[in-house]
């Protein structure tokens, strides 16, 4: 599986972003599917997750009520709707593919290779 992150961008607080990940191969509908982000100086850090057939979704507490994680087997593509941004949300995020472990843990077979987010304040 190749993962393609797009979407980022300079917003201001407050504002909205969708982050889209398109990907190859067939595994990617029976894979989970999440989303991580890293901040400068700081560790990968887990934001939110899906299932495979997009019926179960995990968020962590800084997100959750602000951003939507979904996808579109059709299109072989998970999405993250960011709303509410702010500037603690700063970050390069990404996508990745097929956890090995639990769906928080940075345990996950294939990567994109990050699209950077930067909320001004």
């Known amino acids: 599986v190749q993962l393609q992150a797009s979407g980022g961008g300079l917003v201001q607080a407050g504002g909205s972003l969708r982050l889209s990940c398109a990907a190859s191969?067939?595994?990617?509908?029976?894979?989970?599917m999440a989303w991580f982000r890293q901040a400068p100086g700081k560790e990968r850090e887990f934001v939110a997750a899906?299932?495979?057939?997009?019926?179960?979704?995990y968020y962590a507490d800084s997100v959750k009520g602000r951003f939507t994680i979904s996808r579109d087997n059709a299109k072989n593509t998970v999405y993250l709707q960011m709303n509410s941004l702010k500037p603690e949300d700063t970050a390069v995020y990404y996508c990745?593919?097929?956890?090995?472990?639990?769906?928080?843990?940075?345990?996950?077979?294939?990567w994109g290779q990050g699209t950077l987010v930067t909320v001004s304040s």
């Open positions: 990745a593919a097929k956890n090995t472990g639990s769906y928080y843990q940075a345990l996950y077979a294939y």
């Open positions: 191969g067939r595994t990617f509908r029976t894979s989970n």
């Open positions: 899906i299932g495979w057939s997009g019926g179960n979704t």
